[in-house]
């Protein structure tokens, strides 16, 4: 079981380029999140989805868009790499919303330079 | 806006100890509380899931506690192994979760 997998783990970028991050998961979830984590302040959260065709903001959500086509998967698109983008990005996944048992994927280490 | 903190940021041990890792939060109005762990360059892994009606909840060696109404918990970790090394992070729900900073524990042998 693959449970929540996030491609790539790294990635470097020059400002301005656009790139997608990946997040899968196989557990049948309908509740899905993007988190970046910066040192000394835990992880925020920037989008999430409670399921298909359904997506709303976080705390961060300035400089990238979602969707979610299908139940399995939630791409983060960074349409304009500004070096404030530099990272550690997660998605995470839960059955529903309402704060049930979070599940992690292993990050994307971004830098943009 | 909901704010979390966890105090010590770092915490270092010999093995066998059994510590306590604390946790705050500013608005008392949620739903409940998850305790993650986190190991170096690895994504979080959920170890406690206390909901607000619940006091505590226990998984083997650890034991988490939740006093709503004063608005902390406290994470309990009996005989303390090496590996147990990682970054401990608290997270609350209330409308989304929010995460607290992260103890790193570093178990000695």
């Known amino acids: 079981n693959a449970g929540v997998t996030q491609t790539p783990k790294f990635q470097v970028l020059k400002t301005g380029q656009s790139m997608t991050l990946q997040c899968a998961q196989d557990?049948?979830?309908?509740?899905m999140s993007w988190y970046r984590q910066d040192p000394g302040m835990g992880l925020r959260l920037i989008h999430y989805?409670?399921?298909?065709?359904?997506?709303d903001q976080g705390e961060v959500p300035n400089g990238y868009n979602v969707s979610r086509s299908t139940t399995e998967d939630f791409p983060l698109r960074l349409l304009s790499a500004a070096p404030s983008q530099t990272s550690v990005y997660f998605c995470?996944?839960?059955?529903?919303?309402?704060?049930?048992?979070?599940?992690f994927g292993s990050g994307t280490q971004l830098s943009v330079l | 806006k909901q704010e979390v903190t966890q105090i010590p940021a770092a915490l270092s041990v010999p093995e066998g100890e059994n510590l306590v890792l604390n946790c705050s939060f500013t608005?008392?109005?949620?739903?409940?509380l998850q305790w993650f762990r986190q190991d170096p360059g690895k994504g979080l892994t959920s170890l406690l899931l206390?909901?607000?009606?619940?006091r505590e909840q226990t998984s083997g060696r650890l034991n988490a506690s939740l006093d709503k109404s004063s608005g902390r918990s406290t994470l309990y970790i009996a005989a303390s192994q090496p590996g147990d090394s990682a970054t401990y992070l608290c997270?609350?729900?209330?409308?989304?979760?929010?995460f607290g900073p992260g103890t790193r524990l570093s178990v000695l042998p």
């Open positions: 989805s409670v399921g298909a065709g359904i997506t």
């Open positions: 995470a996944s839960s059955q529903r919303q309402g704060g049930e048992k979070l599940f």
């Open positions: 997270a609350v729900y209330g409308q989304n979760f929010v």
């Open positions: 206390i909901q607000s009606s619940q």
């Open positions: 557990m049948n979830h309908e509740y």
């Open positions: 608005d008392s109005a949620i739903y409940n």
